[in-house]
């Protein structure tokens, strides 16, 4: 019986929740509930995603779960999360996709 933990990053990397080309993402501002910052996957690499209009996002990994910050990094900002598909109920009611 071999009782060794696997290597950490090995494990990471089978437990981490990654955004998928052609789906689309969101969260909710913290400071307005009913804006929603919504970023479509047009293309990816290991460390960077493609939105639907060409600006280029890099992954960071929080708890194994692949995340992006849209409009870049402040006290207040948006983080989108791999874990947060955008629901089809939502969808139908957007203006604007990063």
């Known amino acids: 019986m071999n009782n060794t ?4 990053a090995a494990l990471t990397a089978s437990a981490t929740v990654r955004f998928e080309v052609g789906k689309v993402y969101y969260t909710r501002s ?11 996957v047009a293309a990816r690499t290991a460390q960077t995603i ?13 708890r194994g779960v692949e995340t992006v910050s849209p409009n870049g990094s402040y006290s207040m900002a948006p983080v989108v999360s791999a874990d947060e ?13 990063y």
């Open 50 to 62: 493609v939105t639907g209009e060409g600006k280029r996002l890099r992954i960071r990994l929080y």
């Open 5 to 8: 933990p696997a290597s950490a």
């Open 30 to 40: 913290v400071c307005d509930y009913d804006c929603l910052v919504v970023v479509e």
């Open 85 to 97: 598909p955008l629901p089809d109920s939502i969808e139908h009611r957007l203006t604007r996709k």
